[in-house]
């Protein structure tokens, strides 16, 4: 069959000069050398095609699919639109164009052109599997789920629909299902000769199945096996890039990253990741190098402005860093956008009503709430917008400021109480521009006298010897974020193992296993104070760290929490910490001091430096 498409390639390469302004012989000579993966000839063919019948559904859908097999997807895009536009009936080109605008992140156009097209198909492999995973980007994991088994996905052999109901599985977290499909394809694919493209990219999706089941070793193994197949797969690339990340094999991800970006250096989230990746590893020129260079290929990108921000606070260069992190409100202020108020910019108020409102996490709320000191105006003209579980402490942290709960004000109570609006970070970059800036100014959570008074009492009730709060992890999980948290009791044994300790559980979301395990470990020196929520009640919690002789926890909100009630930290952090502004401290909380454990180094070398830190608080 190649044989015949190749004469039939030469004969046409033949007469093709002769008849360059021949729209048939155009066409034809570009969709036989497309075939042969002779794209850039093709390219040329089927543009002088293009430019003789403006009007051919058939020259654009080639064009559309001559540029997506040259990684040109944006062109890709704009021609599927085109052939969509001409034949807006034509299944292949909108599902093209869908598929595309799905790619560009543009879900909502995307499915408007899928339910077009539903409307004219009504069921059908390709229309449903797009829609399908359209819903399970934005979440509607069951509804996806639910469409796209109205086709009987156990008969179809098409590796196009078998993609997209992996994906939907993936996202609906069904892991077994997902791997048995991602084997499936591998069979098919094999059984008929399929593309090494297209068999590369199934042996990355059985591989990213592994990795979402926790099993790094068959991930591995997968990736490595699509590797062998097409060296230049980005999706084997990336997502092994990923998995030597969370297995700690920095050198060996920033490797594959480096690979994948060589062969697609127009692809910014290769950037991205780069910038990532380097700086936790501590090359911040480097980092800002590749951050900088997604930028510039995508200015649009919140998410890459954003982390190109953080990278210059990890460098100390707060100019440039609250610059690019104040994209963050493209996100940010998304909930009060609505409201149509302007957003302030530091000038003198003059009689306005200044509404500052909540930044997304929790730590992050905390850290940020002292730049509201910062403020050099009347303060009965400031609101400050929090989150539920914050309102009593900074009600009494900040008397002088209406604090009231963001969740529960209506635009039209916002709009008629307040003339103008700004994000709490964004302070930083009116009144923080440099380190310096932040000495001097701290500001000490204010606790209920009534919770600290019987949290003390409580605490003169425990055994003699020192009081340590600890937490050791997030309240998410997952094989890539457990790298940054020392969940692992035996890393601890070396302290628990320490005479003269009281150790007081810190940990919000602790599970009746972790209990157990360390009520096995320390005996009557664990203490669990089962009665504290130290997720949902911050006002307990903090009263509670507050009683603590010293607090020790990784980068989650428990450290934020004991430093702004003034309580010793050992804080740690897993790579460069941004938040320490390229010093070796933390500006923002001088209670806090960072336990920094280096790309390269096991958590044990931080624990052996706490047991050392300890011994000497015990004498």
Known sequence: MKGELLRAYRIAEKYEGQLREHYEAQYLFASLAAMLSKYDIALLAALRAYEQNPDSYDAALLLGKIYLALRERDKACEFFAFAHAIAPQEKEAAVYYAVELYNAS??????????ELYGVL??????NSILAMIWSGAGLNSEARALIERCNCNEIENIDFLSRYFEVLISAQDVNAAIKVAERMIAILS??????GQLASAWGDL?????AANNSVAAMEAFRKALDIDP???QALVNKAALHKSLEQYVDSVACYKVAAAHYPNDPQLCHHLNLLLREMGFLEESIKYGEMAVAMRPDSVNYLTNLGCSYFATGRLDRAWTYYEYRMNEVAATYRGLGLPFWQGDALNGRRLLVVREQGIGDEMLFSPLLRDLPVETEQIGFAVQPKLLNLMQRTFPALKVFCADTASHEWLRTNFDCVISLASLGGLYRRNVSDFYGKIVALELDPARVEAFTDRFSLLPSGLKIGFSWRSGLRGLRRDVHYPDDFNLWQPLFDLPGIQWVNAQYGVTEGEITELQQRLGSRFHPFADVDHYADLDSSCALLRSCDLVIAPCNSIAVQAGMVGRP???????????MLGTDHYPWLPTVQPMVRAYDEPWEGVFSRLRSILSGLLG
Do not use: C, Q
Request: glycine residues 12%.
């Open 106 to 115: 543009k879900p909502s156009e995307a499915e408007t052109v899928v339910r």
């Open 122 to 127: 009504g069921d059908d492999p390709d229309v």
């Open 191 to 196: 059984r008929n000769g399929g593309r090494a």
């Open 207 to 211: 591989g990213a199945a592994y990795v």
């Open 232 to 234: 230049s797969s980005k």
């Open 569 to 579: 930290v050992l804080r740690m952090a897993y790579g460069t910490d941004y938040f």
